[in-house]
């Protein structure tokens, strides 16, 4: 009972930073003072922005970064597992950004080029600490590994085009970014 009043249900939402920059995730800040609006809206769960470290059962999961790791591919799967709808937010996401340059590249020469023989290289050695995530030969794009419901470009996508997405998503729109929003040039 809440004494006539109706509590409409917020939106449980999930975001994770996979083999990305963080700058999708400062896009999604970058909507400033609308965060306000959107927050009466949705609740954050595990999130860089919550630092809660575990998933629960989201409405939305938005995905910034591609799979460069077992890591990312264990948190993906993760995601997809407990959210009804996955987004692969900017570029790293839909097609595996720039972190997918190394894919032109051996990863022992990527991995040398790095911590060897790269200029400015001081202490030289390639780091296999266990507690580093095995790194995978190729860096995906998320809808190589898991289903993904919407894909939103860009690198990173714009506060706006970010806004006019989760918006549009949260009051059950078809998703129309206008040109605007969706060139980059
Ligand atoms: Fe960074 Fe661009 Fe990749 Fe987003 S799409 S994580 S801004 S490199």
């Known amino acids: 009972m809440d004494?006539?009043?109706?509590t409409k249900r917020k939106l449980k939402v999930a975001t994770a930073s996979l083999?990305?920059?963080?700058?999708?995730?400062?896009?999604?800040?970058d909507i400033d003072?609308?965060?306000?609006?959107?927050?009466?809206?949705?609740?954050?769960?595990?999130?860089?922005?919550?630092?809660?470290k575990q998933i629960g059962e989201c409405d939305l999961g938005l995905v910034e970064g591609g799979i460069g790791n077992v890591e990312n591919l264990e948190v993906l799967r993760e995601f997809?597992?407990?959210?009804?709808?996955?987004?692969?937010?900017?570029?790293?996401a839909v097609n595996g950004g720039i972190?997918?340059?190394?894919?032109?590249f051996a990863l022992r020469d990527c991995l040398e080029e790095a911590f060897i023989d790269g200029v400015g290289v001081h202490n030289p050695g390639v780091p296999n600490d266990r507690e580093l995530p095995l790194l995978l030969n190729q860096v995906h794009p998320i809808?190589?590994?898991?289903?993904?419901?919407?894909?939103?470009p860009g690198c990173p996508p714009s506060a706006d085009a970010i806004w006019t997405f989760l918006t549009e998503l949260l009051e059950g729109k078809p998703i129309s970014l206008p040109y605007t929003q969706?060139?980059?040039?």
């Open 3 to 6: 004494g006539g009043q109706t």
């Open 182 to 185: 969706l060139h980059y040039d």
């Open 80 to 92: 997809r597992r407990h959210c009804k709808l996955l987004v692969a937010v900017g570029a790293c």
């Open 99 to 104: 972190p997918a340059m190394r894919n032109n």
């Open 143 to 152: 809808h190589e590994i898991v289903k993904v419901d919407y894909f939103l």
């Open 33 to 52: 003072e609308r965060l306000v609006d959107l927050l009466e809206l949705v609740e954050l769960d595990r999130s860089p922005l919550t630092d809660l």
């Open 19 to 29: 083999a990305g920059c963080f700058g999708c995730h400062m896009s999604l800040l």
